[in-house]
């Protein structure tokens, strides 16, 4: 089965230390029980016992430390396979377990591209001694928006630096063992990552501003001493270092989703299947199938993409950079589908969702998170849309790009380069992916796709539309349904996903299709050509009662399939 279950953790690893980890991950917190699970999300707990955990099975060291940095260990390697089930694991838990090694991903991104390989050793004793990392980025009054950094380093007589500024929405800002922070030189436009100690006495922690297990930090920096030794990188390279960073951590933001909505969907199926309402079972009436089989098509899509994804992620190089748009594709459409998902879970198990003593009730809330962190949605199909021409009329020529689920150091992840050329990079051929398939609902989809593809040739965007963000979003997820199809076409060969499934799921995406292009026909700036083309965008899916009755039992079939031990 293509979904996690805790009770059979069939993923296949090519080494026992990675198939340990998921395992004693998973006993921890079935041990854990969801009683106390619950009665520390409600308290606020911060999650010291998973830290606990985490030192003492040394995971984070195996997973997060780059194979070569810490001589002596055979299994450590930045292995993005295995940090895949990883994430999702922690996701299926709750949201603030998976936050921790979220944010120590992004603390380590610097530490692990910079040149200081005393910084590096340091990290790497730190991940043995189960310390975690934040990355001091964000501000208050200027968000990720890095041009305008307020965090200044002060030039002192004797070659050092004094730094002085704040940072606002770090995780793990309270306990963090080294802190990543982003800064720039006095009078220059030079910028400059740092190595932080929050045990310093000119490290001052403002805050938590968030209500949560969760540490998310207000910190200053008062004077703080900088020197060469804890100088991460400078210039070019420090930008590049930020990008660069978070193009592998909003990846993981998908599989948060993931993990969360599996879970969800457990509880929901197990809840609806036994309950009775006017003389049936909740499962019997129509609405509830169909809310259910659309929730289920969408997280299998979900996971299909983001396995994919990986895979691209895992084989890129300086000249195959097709993963800065799979990548940014993982972090808004992946996660507003798990908002989706939920959505449906929840309008069929209603006030149950608010119930204190489940999972549902934190997933409902949490799941909103994700599509807000890491850039918003809207910034990541800002830059989704630049990959739009290349993607559509200059396919170039690239070697098929297998699983990659082999035990590999994805060395390349800290060796990204230049964040510029965006517009130049080439992507392979889409419509193979569709034209594997001989069914009815890849077929509609076929047919829309050259119908935006006619739009965009014949009724182009002009300049003003270009520069208008609202027309550019709705454009912008049309592009991305196209994507995000391609990647689940690809990967439902790959894991032999049967033909019922598959219809199903491109039942909805039809769907998806119609309804952002009425969104765009609705627009103030839309054009006589473009509203022609939008109209006949709008289609209907290919119903197959079979088909739909087939995928109805696969869901109905996960009723009792796993319920967390209840503790």
């Known amino acids: 089965m293509l979904l996690l279950n805790p009770r059979h953790l069939t993923r296949g690893y090519p080494d026992e230390r990675s198939r340990e980890i998921m395992r004693k991950t998973v006993a921890f917190f079935e041990q854990k029980g969801k009683k106390r699970l619950k009665e520390d999300d409600l308290a606020r707990t911060w999650y010291a016992d998973f830290l606990a955990f985490v030192k003492a099975e040394g995971v984070f060291a195996t997973l997060l430390t780059p194979a070569g940095v810490r001589a002596g260990d055979a299994d450590a390697r930045w292995d993005t396979w295995r940090n895949c089930e990883f994430n999702e694991t922690l996701g299926f838990y709750g949201l603030c377990y998976w936050y921790t090694w979220q944010v120590s991903i992004l603390g380590l991104g610097p530490i ?124 070019k390279e420090a930008w590049n270092a930020a990008l660069n960073t978070v193009n592998i951590g909003k990846y993981n933001l998908g599989w948060a989703s993931i993990g969360m909505c599996t879970h969800a969907l457990y509880e ?139 035990a590999a150091d994805d060395t390349f992840l800290f060796h990204q380069g230049e964040t510029s050329g965006l517009g130049k990079i080439r992507f392979h051929d889409y419509d193979p992916a569709f034209a ?62 049967g033909h019922e499934l598959v219809d199903q799921i491109f039942d909805f995406l039809v769907r998806d299709f119609a309804k952002f292009a009425q969104q765009l026909h609705a627009k103030p700036s839309s054009t006589p050509a473009q509203m022609a083309c939008c109209l006949r965008l709008i289609r209907k899916p290919v119903f197959d009662a079979a088909r739909y009755q087939h995928v109805w039992q696969e869901v109905h079939a996960l009723d009792g399939a796993y319920e967390m031990t209840p503790g």
Do not use: C
């Open 112 to 235: 692990w591209m910079s040149p200081n390989q005393a910084l590096q050793q340091q990290a790497a004793g730190h991940l043995a001694d189960g310390g975690i990392f934040g990355f001091g980025l964000s501000e208050r009054a200027h968000g990720a928006d890095i041009y305008s950094t307020d965090m200044i380093l002060t030039p002192q007589p004797d070659g050092s630096y004094r730094a002085t500024g704040s940072k606002y929405y770090i995780g793990n800002g309270n306990k963090a063992a080294m802190l990543s922070t982003f800064g720039k030189l006095a009078g220059t436009d030079e910028y400059v990552f740092f190595a932080v100690d929050t045990q310093h006495p000119n490290y001052k922690l403002v805050k938590n501003v968030v209500a949560s297990q969760s540490y998310v930090a207000e910190y200053a920096l008062e004077n703080y001493p900088v020197t060469d030794a804890t100088i991460l990188s400078r210039g």
């Open 268 to 406: 929901a199926i197990n809840h609806a299947s036994h309950r009775r309402l006017y003389n049936m079972y909740v499962t019997d009436f129509p609405h509830v199938k169909q809310m259910f089989t659309d929730a289920y098509a969408r997280l299998v899509a979900m996971k299909l993409f983001a396995l994919r994804a990986a895979d691209y992620m895992r084989s890129a190089t300086a000249e195959d950079r097709r993963y800065l748009l799979y990548n940014p594709v993982m972090k808004m459409k992946v996660t507003t589908q798990g908002e989706e998902v939920v959505n449906l879970l929840w309008d069929v198990i209603a006030a149950r969702g608010f119930e204190k003593d489940t999972f549902f009730e934190m997933a409902a809330r949490d799941i909103r998170a994700l599509p807000k962190l890491e850039g918003t949605v809207h910034v990541n199909i800002a830059l989704i849309v630049k990959f739009m021409p290349n993607y559509f009329f200059a396919p170039g020529k690239f070697p098929a790009v297998p699983r990659r689920d082999d």
């Open 436 to 497: 594997a398939y001989d069914l009815p609902n890849v077929k509609v989809f076929r047919e829309q796709i050259a119908v935006l593809k006619e739009l965009l040739a014949t009724a182009t965007p002009d300049d003003a539309q270009r520069k208008d963000l609202d027309f550019l979003m709705t454009l912008g997820e049309m592009f991305t349904l196209v994507v995000y199809a391609q990647l689940v076409a690809e990967n439902a060969a790959i894991y032999g996903l």
